[in-house]
């Protein structure tokens, strides 16, 4: 992970926000090569998901919504962690991240004396440093037996005696930790001149809300008819407390979701199932290995009331194996809600049935940078060519940067210049290339290898004065072949279509 | 204007954010038709900034950054509007469109008597107002002698006595105004667990910092050289306190900037005369003609003290000549606020003249939204086809949502079903295509017309019977061809391209 985290900073891939003010926790920047990255990843998205497709249709709505529509769908109630402050050090813990434990001490004759508690916040070794906390607590107290083996446990279950006698891990000292509160994760501004309670709004946690909300709109303004979806693609914006993994956690990310609503007879579950299929073709369309993927469907305990069904597609970050994209059968509940709410009706009618149903939904929802982190992960290889070692990114070609490298045999030859310089502009008019004409042709290769160029193309003496052929290699078999510039063109046109 | 905003209502192109629950002033959702749109200019102005270009290369910074970012720009001190409350009604006004008068009346002895004060907020007739209220005034207090014609400000020009007389918008009486005070135009909120003035943060008003704050991360990690530009797209926020014009003015807004790096000895004026010729020729590209194009100079007495000229391209919307792209010569000013304030330099390597140089920026910036309106008010014409009224859009190829509409003849004639098909889904590997089979081929020449599509296709018994070619139908000109599938890929990637 570390060495992909310093590819992406060197090559000005991705880097953190605002560097040069020390960085802002959760935040992300992609630079030259990481935005076309993310615009290509997008791109094949929504040319896959929306123009090739006859039934889903796009949308754009606003990041900040009418509030009452996160509380129609349940996020500012719900959509919350719990918290615990220190009312000393003013600081604020995630509740589940701290861990607690009596210490219990048994005496010589059996009998169990609770000293104290511990307490620290979750880390790699979260047991033995509890541990030797509560050993130093029995030395400090001089308390006599053996230490009971901890029993360990997040501070959400605490009993509300035991929070006050818990030291807070900022100070060490019991007193000051309160019990667990909700804290909400999403962030908050105002709306207009006051700032009150009337003008309170949210930045939208998902973009999902703007397919239920505008639903109604959709069907009375478009030929849309069941089943058919809405997809879009977004900034979303979650207060997380703990962003981490590099952009795989981050506050500010975003999102490519799509709704597809279903007549509520309809089979879901065959509807579901072959969304999970559809994404995970796409995925390895654009160049994810089948063997990084795999399904990890949620226990029914564990689901929501309303849910049916979720299966995530897992992919195996270097971190470990992580959700990619999670694919929902959500019923009725979101449209159904929002009618609640609004008053207003969220129904279509369904030709077949000559009737007015509310469909229900299946949700196919992931983000562009967990994606792209996966592409990165992938992509990433070291190898060796004729005896130096090589890193390479074998990005697909849909997704790669720059689709092709043009350069000239030598820079000081004025007809190699000009026809490399005429194939250069003639590729750009439909893709993005680069162009280098500096250092050794090994040199020229290896630079392209690394930030994932497919092909490299040499115009050389036999270019000009010959066949106008060239050489053309191939990033991931290294294999060169001649070719003319009208098999480049149609080669380029299959590849990248 | 107004048919304008009801065709983007009913053909579900742009509405109110979150409708269902009364909509929020200041937000917009764009339908499929309007993603599609917004889409297509997006991409034509990267396309053609950052890919057919060698001196410019992206970037997508994000739209939370660190706060010290809006302190260098001068943001959090400056980017603000006076603002005055009424104590009362809690209510609160913009200073410079709340206007006032004294009342002044002239006795028959020729003395002149304030009796009073009359104030109103902008309106499309804010002197007959006031010149109302001041009459109902003068009746009231049964003053004696005639009016004096009413001197009208706006209440940043009252002085601070005067403000405690006049009487507040809201209630109609005077005393509970205050002066007018700043209001910053950022959207605030707060990051991480805490809440409090270390944890404030802000929707970016502005993409253009994002490109200053990562100048030095981009310089070191590609091989740009002066003169270069970094371009970004994306949404940024302004808390306006008031909306208006549709989507001319928004709160939530898309921009498109690009910051042009120059050597400090270079020509800076012929660069900016250069910018403003290629914003203006790009306008012109992608179908917004020249004749409601304007240029605006801001006058040297209104610029920034590190402005040296500011040009604004105007166009001739419905309701006025307004500002749709505004090219500034910034100086080095903002990178040397950010070398000030981060600490760092920000400086880069000039090979021409060996030495380390903080370039000057020209400053190219446009909003999508407000180019998205400009197309969609130019292209609105309606016209008499065949003796019936006809609204068309004439989108530019390359912005159109649709490109093409495929037809079969008629709906109950398979093979001419099964051609069509074939072709749609042919056109639609590349291109974002219509199939329309219900109706007579007249209702849906125009169902197309009104969405802008330039090119219905209809395949007939001759195009399955005979010699494969269907016959084209061109928006504009209403001209019908015969052409091959060959021909229709042919012509389609030369008006795309």
Redesign the interface.
């Known amino acids: 992970m570390e060495t992909i985290v310093s590819l992406a900073?060197?090559?000005?891939i991705i880097?953190q926000?605002?560097?040069?003010?020390?960085?802002?926790?959760?935040?992300?920047?992609?630079?030259?090569l990481?935005?076309?990255l993310?615009?290509n990843i997008r791109?094949a998205w929504?040319e896959d998901m929306?123009?090739?497709r006859?039934d889903i249709?796009?949308?754009?709505?606003?990041?900040?919504?009418?509030p009452?529509?996160w509380e129609a769908s349940g996020h500012v109630e719900g959509f919350t962690d719990p918290?615990v402050d220190c009312r000393e050090s003013?600081q604020?813990?995630?509740a589940d991240q701290l861990f607690f434990a009596p210490v219990v001490v048994v005496g010589e004759d059996g009998a169990e004396t609770t000293i104290g508690y511990v307490s620290a916040l979750e880390s790699e070794d979260t047991a033995a440093d509890l541990q030797a906390r509560a050993e130093d607590l029995k030395r400090k107290l001089g308390a006599r037996g053996t230490l009971k083996p901890l029993v360990v446990a997040d501070i959400t279950a605490a009993h509300p005696e035991e929070i006050e006698k818990i030291p807070s891990p900022a100070t060490g000292k019991p007193g000051s930790l309160t019990p667990p509160r909700s804290?909400n994760l999403m962030?908050?501004?105002?709306?207009?001149?006051?700032r009150d309670a009337s003008s309170v709004?949210y930045?939208r946690p998902e973009t999902a809300q703007?397919m239920f909300?505008?639903f109604?709109?959709?069907v009375?303004?478009?030929r849309v008819k069941l089943p058919f979806g809405?997809a879009?693609i977004g900034?979303s914006?979650r207060?997380e407390?703990t962003p981490r993994n590099f952009i795989f956690c981050s506050?500010?990310f975003e999102q490519m979701e799509m709704e597809y609503f279903i007549h509520p007879d309809a089979d879901w579950f065959a509807c579901h199932e072959e969304w999970l299929q559809w994404c995970r073709d796409w995925l390895i369309s654009i160049g994810i290995p089948a063997d990084l993927l795999s399904f990890d469907e949620h226990p029914k305990e564990k689901l929501a009331f309303y849910s049916r069904r979720t299966v995530d597609i897992m992919f195996r970050y270097p971190f470990g194996v992580q959700e990619l994209w999670g694919i929902a059968a959500r019923s009725d509940y979101d449209l159904k809600q929002?009618a609640k709410?609004?008053g207003?009706p969220m129904e279509i009618f369904d030709e077949a049935t000559k009737s007015k149903v509310v469909p229900h939904v299946i949700e196919p929802a992931v983000g562009v940078d967990r994606i792209l982190l996966a592409v990165l992960c992938s992509a990433y290889y070291e190898d060796e060519v004729e005896g130096e070692k090589r890193t390479v990114l074998r990005f697909h070609p849909r997704i790669a940067p720059y689709k092709v490298a043009v350069f000239p045999l030598l820079k000081n030859k004025p007809p190699l210049v000009e026809r490399a310089q005429a194939l250069y502009r003639a590729l750009?008019?439909?893709?993005?290339v680069f162009?280098d004409e500096s250092g050794a042709i090994g040199r020229r290769y290896r630079r392209q290898d690394e930030i994932g160029t497919p092909w490299c193309v040499t115009i050389d003496f036999d270019t000009v004065e010959k066949d106008g052929t060239f050489t053309i290699r191939d990033r991931d078999t290294l294999e060169q072949q001649r070719i003319t510039e009208d098999q480049l063109f149609a080669m380029l046109e299959e590849k990248l279509?």
């Open positions: 900073k060197r090559r000005g880097f926000s605002s560097e040069i003010y020390g960085g802002l926790n959760g935040f992300f920047d992609y630079g030259p990481g935005a076309e993310k615009r791109n929504w929306v123009h090739r006859d249709v796009g949308l754009e709505s606003s990041i900040i919504m009418h009452r529509v918290m003013k604020r813990f995630r804290f962030f908050e501004t105002h709306v207009g001149a006051l709004a930045l703007g909300v505008d109604k709109t959709i009375d303004t478009t809405i879009q900034k914006f207060n407390i506050r500010e929002h709410h609004s207003k750009k008019r439909k893709y993005n162009y279509g």
